[in-house]
């Protein structure tokens, strides 16, 4: 059986190397196309730095905030823990097709309000705050988009056609 593929970029760049020819054979997840990443490195390199900068704001709020009174009482732990079992059985509901979107939007809803008021979310509150989780999650994007820089085989093969043109997609039709 075989299988053919048309393999294009995920990230623009201009062609640094192309390890094969026509005719030849490849391994899965073997190197077939490496773009110049000089710049994706960079946007890598910001991310970071953005990371560090809302990880530092991050802990400067922690480190000079007002101590505050992170017990709560037993009443609200017991209703806290009321609503995560709402929710539990809610999503369990939802999942077999018992109780509508909406309805378990709505439990989610409170559920989540109760962890907000109780002071579980803090933290994650407090980063999103300061752009920490921004700053991760663009990070994460920015290593992806590197790793995306090399392009590689999706499936053993014979490379039967390549077409690529300076700084455009790049397709490689094996099967």
């Known amino acids: 059986m075989w299988e053919k593929a048309t393999i294009r970029t995920e990230v623009a760049g201009t062609v640094q190397a192309i390890t094969h020819s026509i005719g030849d054979f490849v391994k899965k997840g073997q190197l077939l196309v490496k773009l110049d990443d000089s710049e994706i490195k960079l946007q890598v390199d910001r991310a970071e730095a953005n990371r560090l900068q809302s990880f530092s704001k991050y802990l400067i709020s922690e480190s000079i ?8 009482s037993e009443e609200e732990k017991k209703k806290l823990k009321r609503l995560e079992n709402e929710y539990v059985n809610a999503m369990d ?11 378990f939007d709505e439990i989610s809803e409170k559920y989540q309000e109760a962890l907000v008021y109780s002071g579980a979310l803090r933290d994650d509150i407090r980063k999103a705050h300061e752009g920490l989780a921004n700053a ?4 994460k994007e920015a290593k992806l988009n590197l790793k ?5 085989s999706p499936f053993p093969g014979i490379i039967s056609d390549i077409k690529i043109r300076a700084e455009q997609k790049i397709e490689f039709n094996f099967g």
Do not use: H
């Open 148 to 152: 995306r820089a090399s392009i590689k």
């Open 93 to 103: 509901l939802y999942k077999k097709g018992r109780i509508s979107e909406q309805k």
């Open 136 to 139: 991760n999650i663009a990070l």
């Open 65 to 72: 905030k007002i101590q505050e009174d992170n017990e709560i």
